[in-house]
Every structure is written in C-alpha cells, then in structure tokens.
C-alpha cells in the first residue's frame, strides 16, 4: 500500500497528530544536540585549555605532524624550534599544536 496515505491521515480529535510532531521534532532536535554540537564545544574547550598551558620548554606536536620544542609565546603566535639546528625556528599559530608534553612530566615518567 502507499505509505503517504497513512502520513497524511489524522487520528481522531486532529490534535493528537500534532502533539506527537512537535514531540518528535523536540526528541530530534535533542539527539542533534547531544550527538553532534554537545561533543564539539567539549573538544573546543579542551583544544582552549591546551593553548592557555603553552610555556617555553614544552615540546608539541604540530597538526602537521612535526615535533619541537616552544622557544617563545606570544598572544596568537609561538617560535618553535624543530630539530637538533638552533637556527631552525619558525613562527607558528597557537592553534597549530596537537599535543603538548611538559619537560616536568617526562621526568616524573621516569
């Protein structure tokens, strides 16, 4: 049989039928949430946190996929040091680190 001729028929009293639709999209727009907008702003304020501990001396990972150490930090930008070559130094955004390992945590480690 055609579907759409039970999706366009009403229950009985007509006002049921829309109760139901508005409770359906209320339960739609709150999976929406927690499955798509909840998880991103978690992941964005862990990204924040991890930016606001940048000292020099911290050794990160870059989105690119290269390792470092912080020489310098400024507001939106760090000095990274790449390599065993101290005149290897390049301006990166603060944005560009992945991860970020403290020399006070690999001692511990250890």
Excluded at 16 to 29: A, E, Q, Y
Excluded at 53 to 61: C, E, N, V, Y
Excluded at 64 to 69: A, L, P, Q
């Amino acid at each position: 049989m055609n579907n759409l001729i039970f999706l366009t028929q009403t229950a009985p009293g007509g006002g049921t039928s829309l109760i139901m639709m508005v409770f359906w999209i209320v339960i739609m727009g709150l999976a929406f949430y927690f499955m798509a907008i909840r998880p991103q702003k978690k992941q964005q304020r862990a990204m924040e946190a991890l930016i606001s501990t940048l000292a020099p001396g911290d050794s990160i990972l870059t989105s690119s996929g290269f390792y470092g150490v912080i020489i310098d930090v400024m507001e939106e930008v760090i000095i990274v040091e790449f390599g065993n070559n101290k005149n290897c130094r390049i301006p990166m955004k603060k944005t560009a680190v992945v991860e970020v390992e403290k020399p006070n945590t690999a001692e511990k480690e250890k």
